[in-house]
């Protein structure tokens, strides 16, 4: 039998994870079609909601090929949540202390959120090379320690905002979104009346962060296809004997590893505040940008373009979900059953392959007794 | 119906996709016999021992037991019917005891729902005493040796009750005694009129062990021959479908320099124990010294030094006169030394990466491959093409993952690699293990050529034919220490296996 395309088994999940979805509706006594539309009129109503999908999907695209890049590599990150912390974090010191012309200000604010979330992902690297901790534990643990890490820095005095919960803000030449500081001038308001599309698009913090995300899946997929670096992290992915017995030295090569998907994770943190937030906060749980990468990297079978599909997926339902409450009255924790159930039958191929070959051999006695 | 045979498959055809593994096999098992099934890797004998046991359905085809026609869907259908399989990789729990994996599924119970451990470890040792295979009840699988693992899998199947035995590749694990052992253990089992169906392609074990013997080729049956009237000549040159040449020609001998010096080596294996005691030796350019012994002597580990995976307790190595201070795979490369691996699954192959991948595994990060770290696909697809006609790996696809490679040709896609770029030093370990003759004899005859080439060879086997086919000079492990070296001209089975016993050198 014929074996399915990842393609059409990823749609197939999709498409069933939408129909439990519409059957958890229907059970709690809601209209599913009604729900679905709303929410497909939700992300197609107006260029901003085109926008804050893109927005939403950055930060997913990121820490997805964050987890993805780790495991093709072998390595289960779960930390991606941390590094993201770590990564908004550096960023937030780097843009509020460090005045700088934009022009070097925005790509070292960058840099700063990717080397704090290397630097985060490199620490489990090393537990695992040095003292073979196992990286799901380590990095679970990480993510709690950068969570209190964040919560008590943004508290010290000069960097905490004064009667906030919050940071001081990033200076404005560490900005990503568009026309950032310029559109809430006087100018920039009487421009933005003239221009109603603009205007709309404007109105949510569009921001460069996508295009940052696209060339990260170019990088990533690169990196792993075409380089000596990314042939040596597969291979010591697939089989480390193998790998140390042909002269690869395993141990850095996870550290290597490790610190990249951080680098990953964390810039997903700094492209957040520059281009959304402007400022981190104490936080009383973890946000899930890093776990909804799992979900991702899952849903995009850790291929890097797969990634970045998966993430608008999530960008869609993350952006529509919410319509649902003020409309037909539905939680969006409907969005979670959707999400988890196409991961549900992303992990069951067997179903799909399965149906495929009942389908195909009944069609084909079909047509043979129709001859 | 005394003269119906104890089983007859009948126009048994199985396909896969558009490979035909079996076409149209006839096969008939005595009562009483030991019927060997001979053929490549790959010829389809255990597909076909598989379609008898209902692992596989086959296309077409009907089974007869004692002349009677039955159905096997599955094995429990089998094993209904009496026919029991051991496959080649094991299926044990292996944190049970023996006796817990003897009566799994079928356990012996107290009060409908305890297991009675008692009668479990009384079936064993009952079992056991009547054929010849003892093992401990209690003992737990993963303590114990392949040997004993295998005993236990035997065991199995008899407690279901079976009066056919079909044991895939049963030596390919074994050592010598083991393999000893297990000649006498069928014996037993076909004089109590048991009949045996053994899968194999290795030609001294049909010769003797069996009874009968049926040689499949490419997954058509060639012939069913009394083993008593053919010799290894006629089976080889069966199974391959050409004469195979049992005696390769080799240059003179003419050694160069020294190459590999080991001078007092000494390694602890992994519980800590002495495995190596003060072990020195050399090996000059153009010459092939083999490590005989009996597995567990030290070879794993010195081939573990060797390749850099492991730091000795106390001795010097070094390479054309320079020391190695801490051996490193990499490092070790650098020098012109390569390896074959003793487990190229483990060891040689990253399976999920294509043949080209595979074959510049240890060379990737040096032109022509790569180039300031960025892969030349080109150069890679191209070493793939060459070395694919080189060595007649097949499928002939160098984009095909390794995992779908028979074992000879993964060994072969491990053995292009050792011998690129004109290597120093090559160590080869149990190269040909698993391999049926036409392949053995292409690998010996690269390994020659390699010698002929001024290449310096250490060779470990525990294959005493292999030892003496290729070997110029001869060093017997026992314990850790040398047994002594012997050259080729003074080396026979008799006197290595003495040495190998731990005898003295006289």
Redesign the interface.
Known sequence: MRKLPPLALTGLSLLAGLIVGALALLAAGYNPFAAYATLIAGVFHAPRDWSFVLIRSTPLVLTGLSVAFAFRTGLFNIGAEGQYIMGALGATLFGVFVPLPAVLHIPLTMLAGILCGAAWGAVAGILKSRWGINEVISTIMLNWIALYINNSVVSVEGFRRPHSEASLQILDSARIDWLGAWKTTPEGLAFRESQPLLNDILRTPANAGILVAIVAVILVAFLLE????G??L??VG??K?????????VPRYVVISMALAGALAGLAGGLQVQGVSREVAKLAAMEGNGFDGIAVALIGFSQPWGVFGAALFYGVLKHGGPKLQPALGIPMEIIQIIMGSVIFFLALPGIWQTLANTWRSWRGNRVRSSR | MADSPALELKGFTKTFGSLVANDNIDLEIRAGEVHALLGENGAGKTTLMNCAYGVYQPDRGTIYRLGKQVTVRSPADALAQGIGMVHQHFMLVDRFTVAENLVLGQEPRRHGVLLDRRKAEEAVLDLGERYGLRVDPRAVIEDLSVGAQQKVEILKALYRGAEILILDEPTAVLTPQEIHDLGKIIRQLCGDGKSVILITHKLKEILSFADRCTVIRKGVKVATLEVSQTDQDELASMMVGRKVQWHLERREFQPGSVVLRVEELWARDYRGLEALKGLSFEVRAGEILAVAGVEGNGQTELLDIL???KAPTGGRISIDGQPIERP??????ELGFN?I?EDRQ????????QVG?NLV??S??VPPF?QR???N?QAIRENAARNIEGYDIRPPNPVALASALSGGNQQKVVIARALANQPRLIVAAQPTRGLDVGAIEFVHRALLNQRDAGCAILLVSFELDEVLELADRILVLYEGRSQGVFDRAEATEDVLGRAMAGAAHA
């Not at chain 1, 004997?241 to 030295?249: H, V």
């Open positions: 075409k380089t000596v670096l042939y040596r597969r291979a697939f089989n004997d193998a790998a140390a017995f042909s002269g690869i030295a | 390749c850099g995976l490193d795979p990499g490092k070790l490369r390896a691996p483990r060891k040689g192959l990253v399976l999920e990466f991948e595994l240890d990737v990060h790569s770290g960025l892969l696909l």
